[in-house]
């Protein structure tokens, strides 16, 4: 596939274009686990190690077209010859003669600019090494005349070297702190104080740059402030020390905004010949050796071979899932979106332009979507991963919000506000039962994880006024221990607090907001009926789970025995009632004694609570327009269906219904037209999140205060289109399935409207252009649709299940489709023939062979290949599974 933007070169995802220099919205990543940089066509971005701690200055979207900062090289020939080699100048003339060339890969970015009028070419390799809190940048320099050309070049980088808050708060008065010092090979800042009036504390952190020439040399001069080498204009496009030919002048170093300028000595290259410039910008801790920093990166072959290794690692990243489908175009961008978890496990969902918010770290939901990628490949070292995760859940069903970088770090509440999304408690049980099939694993629901405590309790609407930070953040027993209870408990905890927790319409309470963070103004009476469908289906879900482990009881907290009554379910009075006495005894601690809950009683109950919810949401809210209403606002009126002259619907609202087997066949089958009348909207080929509402909505949301065809208002939000696909192959709906999920890849790929590189955005706008790159958790939930609904290969209690899902139009290029997975620590490949090019319900599986030897099967949709047969494949090779279909 041909596009406007970029073209593959590969089938690893690197990629060619000549006209990224035309958007400046357009960026990549380049990070390891240390350091976090993004990187413009024309060098434009920032890089940074945390919230506190910018080497260059933070960027939004916006500042990378608005922004005079940049990294930058300057070429000066004479005053009427100056070339910025990154395309960043005053001197529009020039610019315009460049011929543009950008190729990037995984994690990686050259970009080439030819200008014949100066008889110069260069090129700019610009990635993050495997390891090492530092971005490199490799200028080189070509003559394309045919005559000799001599020049200065300079080495730009505009330096911050302090946090984000300091953008607005004290800009001036924190570059006082600065501390500059100028070395052989380029200058080290360390202010002073880490400056906040909350409290003052010593700086430890040191930022740097440096550079080398040809042969590893120094640069003649340095300018160490931007003062000195901008001058009184302060134009970093048009430099007085680059303009003018100046030297750096004999001035106050410190206290200054820090600028590593480097003038190297004069080059002069006969025709054909090259001259290269090795730049090095990070961030260390108390001090670093330049020298030596600098002796690893001075020469080009030290730095291939550090691309190399940053190239290996992230192809191995994005391979852990591949895919051979016949479109050579759909199979790279995939290595794309399967890179996207990793991406968001180091940024987290900030520190890229696109996410100029929060402060680093991720979200409760994050954290347990991005694990769905890791199951999916290396489910071995999660399962801790997982144990830690829970630690996170609150006795009152609710939980910390913000996850810290190390194992078991949980922080309260974003931004100090007190806010709970009713939606949380859903994913645990979602990600867990992934595990549990892919693994087998049972005996994860009885490893014991202690329960989250601070100030706020009894799912933030009252505080626990003893507390303080010196009690800790884990939840005691009365007499000062810490309470740990199983995985299973944790999960009762989080699924029965919630079917209590109801409004006027006996659905789940809104609270702060489900998965659409938008729907944040129905905090007190708005109800979420879509995720009452997941609710109902998580307590079915974990009884299941339950009985198949056998075990005739399971140990709880006493006072959990408090939620496990049955009675008349209509009477929300009484389960408010019951949610009251639960929270009295929870509130700032438990008892620590254990009862032993007979598990057939238990399994019994919560059946009957999910047969019960489900029944009542297809009773009262199953609308005569064909589709679920999903949400109560908190006048307490319903949201979807007709309001007056008006048809309001929302897709979650008919994707989670569908997902939890809420909605019977009939209505999955009235719905899906009415999605696609409704929501689909044919001018950019994408299903909106919800219709236009045309007034905004005070009662229910912030969302609807957003221009439609935006964010969580009428975008084309992959999140939710990717769920609905699930939703849908998980029902039986294979041809639906595919035409959602692939609609999001057809976006993203018409480039002349999206506007972006390849990978999974947030969010699609009204015109269709793709917004808030890399850091979305629909990648994991697209790789994990792919895989074990369309391709069908997933764990079923820890065998193989091969359940083939693939519509005619996969096999319209071809009748041989593959995707490799590593399943019980094994390197597979499922190969799918088609011969006949058969639609799904036509097919069977007909054969199936395992390393070229046929393996007995019964023919039918589905096979399951042991556990103990994956087992005896060797580990060090690449196992083929050939699936047959006719």
């Not at 019960?612 to 006048?635: A, P, R, T, V």
């Not at 290029?813 to 019980?824: C, G, L, P, Q």
Request: proline share 3%; aromatic share 10%.
């Amino acid at each position: 596939m041909t596009d406007n933007l970029y073209n593959f070169t590969d089938h690893a995802g690197n990629f060619k274009s000549s006209t990224a220099n035309k958007i400046t919205s357009l960026y990549l990543p380049l990070c390891n686990e240390f350091i976090m940089s993004s990187i413009s066509p024309d060098l434009h971005g920032d890089i940074k190690s945390s919230q506190k701690n910018f080497l260059l200055a933070p960027v939004s979207r916006v500042d990378l077209s608005l922004s005079r900062a940049s990294r930058n090289f300057w070429i000066y020939i004479d005053r009427d010859n100056i070339w910025s080699a990154a395309g960043v100048s005053k001197n529009l003339k020039q610019l315009r003669e460049d011929k543009f060339l950008l190729e990037a890969g995984q994690l990686w970015q050259r970009v080439s600019r030819e200008n014949k009028s100066i008889g110069l070419k260069s090129e700019i390799l610009s990635f993050v090494p495997y390891r090492g809190a530092l971005e490199i940048m490799q200028v080189t320099i070509t003559n394309i005349s045919r005559k000799k050309i001599s020049f200065i070049p300079y080495a730009a980088i505009p330096l911050y070297c302090r946090g984000a808050d300091n953008l607005r708060d004290h800009r001036h008065v924190t570059s006082l702190l600065t501390r500059i010092k100028k070395e052989k090979y380029g200058i080290k800042v360390k202010p002073t104080l880490l400056f906040d009036e909350a409290g003052h504390n010593a700086n430890n952190t040191v930022y740097f740059a440096a550079a080398c020439g040809n042969l590893g040399r120094p640069a003649q001069y340095i300018y160490p402030t931007q003062e000195s080498f901008c001058g009184d204009s302060g134009d970093l496009e048009a430099p007085e020390a680059v303009f003018e030919n100046k030297l750096p002048p004999k001035t106050q170093l410190q206290g200054k905004e820090p600028m590593a300028a480097m003038r190297f000595s004069q080059a002069a290259l006969k025709p054909g010949s090259q001259a290269s410039y090795i730049v090095i910008m990070g961030i260390g801790q108390k001090d670093c050796n330049l020298a030596s920093l600098m002796n690893k990166f001075n020469n080009h072959i030290k730095v291939e071979a550090f691309l190399e290794e940053a190239k290996k690692f992230w192809q191995a990243q994005s391979g852990s899932v591949n895919v051979l489908s016949g479109n050579s175009h759909f199979d790279n961008w995939l290595r794309w979106v399967n890179v996207q978890p990793v991406l968001r496990k180091i940024f987290g969902c900030s520190f890229l332009p696109d996410f100029d918010y929060g402060r680093g770290g991720r979200g409760w939901r994050d954290l347990w979507q991005d694990c769905l990628g890791l199951i999916l490949s290396n489910p071995k070292i999660v399962r801790r991963i997982l144990i830690n995760n829970f630690s996170g859940v609150k006795i009152d069903g609710s939980n910390a919000t913000i996850i810290g970088k190390n194992p078991g770090e949980f922080i309260a509440d974003r931004n100090n506000i007190s806010r709970v999304w009713m939606d949380h408690g859903v994913w645990p049980m979602v990600t867990l039962e992934l595990y549990i099939h892919e693994t087998g694993d049972l005996n994860i629901l009885f490893e014991q994880a202690a329960y989250f405590k601070n100030h706020q309790i009894n799912r933030s609407r009252n505080i626990d006024c003893n507390w303080n930070e010196a009690l800790g953040n884990t939840l005691k027993t009365k007499s000062g221990l810490i309470y740990k209870g199983t995985i299973a408990e944790h999960l009762l905890v989080q699924n029965l607090v919630q079917f209590f927790n109801v409004g006027s319409h006996n659905h789940i309470l809104l609270e702060g907001a489900d998965w659409n963070d938008g729907l944040d103004m129905a905090k007190e009476n708005g109800e979420s009926v879509a995720f009452s469908s997941m609710y109902a289906a998580n307590l079915s879900t974990l009884a299941n789970l339950l009985l198949k482990t056998g075990l005739p009881y399971l140990e709880l907290a006493q006072e959990l025995k408090v939620l496990l009554v049955d009675f008349d379910y209509s009477d929300i009075a009484k389960k408010r009632k019951v949610l009251e006495e639960y929270f009295s005894k929870t509130g700032k601690h438990l008892t620590g004694r254990k009862i032993r809950m007979d598990a057939a009683l238990l399994c019994r109950s919560l059946e009957k609570k999910s047969l019960w919810m489900k029944e009542h949401i297809q009773k009262k809210e199953w609308l005569h327009e064909g589709f679920f209403n999903g949400y109560y606002d908190n006048c307490k009126h319903r949201i979807d269906g007709k309001t007056g002259k008006f048809l309001r619907m929302t897709l979650s609202s008919q994707t989670f219904p569908i997902m939890s087997g809420v909605a019977s066949p009939g209505q999955i089958k009235r719905i899906i037209p009415n999605v696609y009348r409704y929501l689909y909207d044919k001018s950019v080929g994408g299903i909106r999140l919800n219709t236009d509402f045309k007034t905004e909505q005070h009662n229910f949301g912030r969302a609807f205060s957003f221009s439609y065809g935006d964010k969580e208002n009428g975008a084309v939000f992959s999140h939710m289109v990717v769920m609905f696909a699930y939703a849908l192959y998980k029902q039986g709906y294979v041809q639906e399935g595919w035409r959602a999920l692939s609609s999001l890849y057809k976006m993203a790929a018409n480039t002349e409207r999206s506007k972006m590189y390849p990978c999974l955005p947030e969010y699609f706008d009204i015109s269709g252009k793709g917004m808030y790159s890399y850091l979305t958790g629909s990648a994991s939930w697209f790789m994990l649709t792919l895989l074990t609904q369309a391709f069908g290969v997933r764990g079923r209690q820890g065998d193989l299940l091969i359940e083939p899902k693939l519509s005619s139009e996969q096999f319209k290029s071809t009748d041989k489709i593959s995707i490799s997975r590593v399943f019980a620590e094994r390197p597979l490949k499922i190969i799918y023939i088609n011969s006949k090019r058969l639609a799904f319900g036509k097919y069977r599986i007909i054969n199936l062979k395992l390393n070229s030897k046929c393996l007995p099967i019964d023919q039918a949709p589905q096979v399951v290949v042991s556990r103990e047969v994956i087992l005896s494949l060797p580990k060090n090779k690449l196992n083929a599974i050939e699936v047959h279909l006719g």
